[in-house]
């Protein structure tokens, strides 16, 4: 062989080894990356984060991609309870991740209704039993008591106070509806959800077809009872339950006052 080309052979062979070793390197490093995201993950979240995503039994990866997806689009359009599930599964990166995400949330809501119910039987049974013998509602206590003639005014505002699984609280529902235009307006307070679940005060809203100007206008408020109902009857009132503001007097209405 040519004493000339050994050097540039030799130095061929070098590159071709020091790029294998490199490869070799590189694919390693990417493997160990993936068996140790996890870890890597937690230790990056800080301790509160760590402890919310337990609570949404979600590993410190899904926790993190659900906080830099809230920094995108995804947080600057979403009402501030939107759920990390929620955000996981709208922006999931295939069906089958889509899917467990769906039926994670499915049991989540199926739980949280369960609870809710549980707890309004049990408040429906400890009226009964704390006060056996005196009238859910107690017309005396209010300012003025309910009348047939001109039971509604132009200038009136109505509270109505009510609940989601309530079929009586839905039907009254629409006949207050049908006399938006009769009165200046309808506070609407919804009991028995958490005071921070606004997401289910806008099914309720849509649900029940109320107008979206109607309730950018405040010709219509949606709020939680935050215990407005038992404050304003002295703990006497049930839903469904209307109350009438007219100037500074507050009476009840019936719905056969509609």
């Known amino acids: ?27 390693t490093q990417i493997k160990d990356i993936g068996q140790d995201d996890t870890s890597r993950v937690a230790n990056i979240l800080s301790e509160s984060d760590r402890a919310r995503a337990r609570q949404w039994d979600l590993s410190a990866v899904e926790w993190q991609r659900y906080k830099m ?3 995108g689009i995804r947080g600057s359009i979403s009402p501030s309870t939107i759920s990390p599930i929620e955000v996981l599964g709208i922006h999931a990166r295939d069906e089958a991740e889509r899917q467990r995400y769906a039926e994670v949330w499915a049991r989540a809501m199926r739980e949280d209704v369960d609870r809710i119910l549980a707890f309004q ?11 056996p013998n005196q009238p859910l509602i107690d017309i005396d206590r209010l300012s003025g008591k309910p009348t047939k003639t001109s039971a ?26 049908k006399r938006i235009d009769d009165v200046s307006g309808i506070d609407i307070y919804l009991l028995g959800l958490d005071p921070r679940d606004d997401v289910a005060v806008r099914d309720w809203a849509s649900a029940h077809k109320i ?6 206008s405040r010709r219509i408020t949606l709020n939680h009872d935050g215990g407005a109902l038992d404050r304003l009857t002295s703990g006497q009132g049930d839903t469904p339950y209307i109350l009438r503001r007219r100037g500074t007097d507050m009476s009840q209405l019936r719905a056969s006052d509609l």
């Open 1 to 27: 062989m040519n004493n000339r080309l050994k050097p540039v052979i030799l130095s061929f062979v070098l590159l071709s080894s020091i790029s294998v070793v490199a490869a070799e390197r590189s694919h």
């Open 69 to 71: 997806l809230m920094q």
């Open 121 to 131: 039987r049990a408040y429906d049974a400890a009226g009964k039993r704390l006060y």
């Open 152 to 177: 509604l005014q132009s200038g009136d505002r109505l509270l109505f106070f009510t609940r989601t699984e309530c079929p009586a609280c839905d039907m009254l529902t629409g006949k207050l509806l």
């Open 211 to 216: 107008n979206p100007e109607w309730v950018r």
